[in-house]
């Protein structure tokens, strides 16, 4: 059985209507906002839960200087930032409860960030802040389910090829390719996992110089 959180089942997106379609897919209400749909869904299907994906977000294009200012920002980090940390508070104990004697490729949990977790850009400023928490809440999030046979997985994909980034310039993400790179990553015992091309010249990039690939990025965010 799979499970879909949404915020709004009854008013899905075509994709995530497709998604609800398949005979496997059970679509169940979840707000990583509110502490309180989250603790529910956990009381109903925690135990159960073998593999979790969290891939919510709010992405927004903003700076400092944006007219939007913290009120965007805020909302970015309740998904992004505090939504992975209730979601741990949640269901991490209960998938370290179910796994303590049991092998770690059988237990897993994904998150799906972002590229601009590893160096800021300007143009998506406040977004890739929030990013760069949720990586680092990840790494604390790993080191205390490791124990227990849980594997954290962090994914750090570039523009996916979605109605939200069709005005980006290619090379975007196939959705597919996504979901391909996190089943390899899991099943291969990967951590972090870097899929597309914008994403490998990004890292490729923040290897070589951090520095540099800051001041580029700088550079980008102004044009």
Known sequence: MVWAGLPEPANPTQG???LCCL????????DVT???SVAKLRENIGVDVDILINNSEVHGTYGIAAPSGVAGAQAEMDVNYFGLLRLAQEFG???CSRTSGGSMSLRGWINVLSIYALANFPAHGTFSASKAAAH???QCLRSEMHANGVRVVNVFPGPIDCAQNEQLPTPKL??????KAIHVALNDGVEDAYPGDVAQ??????RENPKILERELA???QS
């Open 16 to 18: 995530v209507a497709e």
């Open 23 to 30: 005979s496997r897919v059970n679509p169940v209400h979840l």
């Open 34 to 36: 509110d502490p309180g």
């Open 93 to 95: 104990p209960a998938m």
């Open 136 to 138: 680092s809440l990840a």
């Open 174 to 179: 196939a959705p597919a390719a996504l979901a």
């Open 201 to 206: 010249y990004w890292l490729a990039r923040w």
């Open 219 to 221: 550079t980008n965010g």
